[in-house]
C-alpha cells in the first residue's frame, strides 16, 4: 500500500513567495497532522485536522500560514509571504483516529527560504 | 515542565552493547505510548507501540511505569544500523487530544565499530 505522500520533495524560492506545500493521506485514514522540524525547535505540531475538520491549529506560526483538506484524502499547507526563518523540513503525518494508533509520516518537503 | 522528556544524548556506544532510553511524560491521563526511530534527514518511523505489560521486538523490549509516568527501551546487541534518533510519543487523550501525539525531542544514538 503506498504510504503519506508529499510534494515537492525540495523547495527552494524566495522571501516573499507563496509556497503550497501538498500531502496524500494512506487510504482509510481519516486524521491528518502537518509538522516543522528545525534543528533548533525539533519536530513541532503545526495543525491537525479530523475527518477534514480543523481540531488543533495552535501551532501555526502566524497568519501567513494557512491549511486546508478540500477532500478526505488530501491536504495543502501554503505560506504566503514566505520568509527565510520558514526555512525547515515539513512533514505530514496521517493516522486513523483512535489512541491506540500511530501516526504514518510522509517523506517530507525541504523547504529553502532566501 | 515538558510534556514528554527525554535525555538527548548522545549515546555512544560499541557494536553489541546494550543500551537503555528513558522517557518521562507530565500528563497521567496518557493513553497510549510509542518509540519512533527518526534517521538523519528522513521522517519519523514508528519503533513499536508500548503496552502496559511490556513488550519485545526482536533485540528492542519496551516498558511502561504509568505510576512513575516513564518509558523505556532497551536495545540489546546494537548494530551500527541502530544508529539514529529515538523518539518517545505519548497519546495524551482527553478531549480534543484523544487524537494527537506528542513527541519527545529524541535521544541520540551513534554505534560504533
Known amino acids: ?114 | 515542565r515538558k510534556e514528554v522528556e527525554q535525555d538527548p544524548g548522545p549515546f555512544n556506544v560499541p557494536e553489541g552493547a546494550t543500551v537503555a532510553f528513558n522517557c518521562t511524560y507530565s500528563n497521567s491521563a496518557s493513553q497510549s505510548f510509542f518509540w519512533y526511530r527518526q534517521d538523519c534527514r528522513k521522517e519519523p518511523k514508528l519503533l513499536m507501540s508500548v503496552y502496559s505489560s511490556g513488550n519485545e521486538d526482536g533485540r528492542f523490549t519496551a516498558q511502561l511505569n504509568r505510576a512513575s509516568q516513564y518509558i523505556s527501551l532497551l536495545i540489546r546487541d546494537s548494530k551500527l544500523s541502530d544508529s539514529a534518533t529515538y523518539l518517545c510519543v505519548v497519546n495524551p487523550g482527553g478531549s480534543g487530544g484523544y487524537n494527537k501525539l506528542i513527541f519527545g525531542a529524541g535521544t541520540r544514538l551513534a554505534v560504533h565499530p
Open chain 1, 1 to 114: 500500500d503506498a504510504g503519506v505522500i508529499q510534494s515537492p520533495r525540495h523547495e527552494v524560492t524566495e522571501m516573499g513567495q507563496e509556497v503550497t506545500l501538498r500531502c496524500k493521506l494512506i487510504s482509510g485514514h481519516n486524521s491528518l497532522f502537518w509538522y516543522r522540524q528545525t534543528m533548533m525547535r525539533g519536530l513541532e505540531l503545526l495543525i491537525y485536522f479530523n475527518n477534514n475538520v480543523p481540531i488543533d491549529d495552535s501551532g501555526m506560526p502566524e497568519d501567513r500560514f494557512s491549511a486546508k483538506m478540500p477532500n478526505a484524502s488530501f491536504s495543502t499547507l501554503k505560506i504566503q509571504p514566505s520568509e527565510p526563518r520558514d526555512s525547515a523540513v515539513y512533514f505530514c503525518a496521517s493516522k486513523i483516529t483512535g489512541t491506540g494508533q500511530p501516526q504514518h509520516f510522509g517523506d517530507g518537503t525541504r523547504l529553502s527560504i532566501l
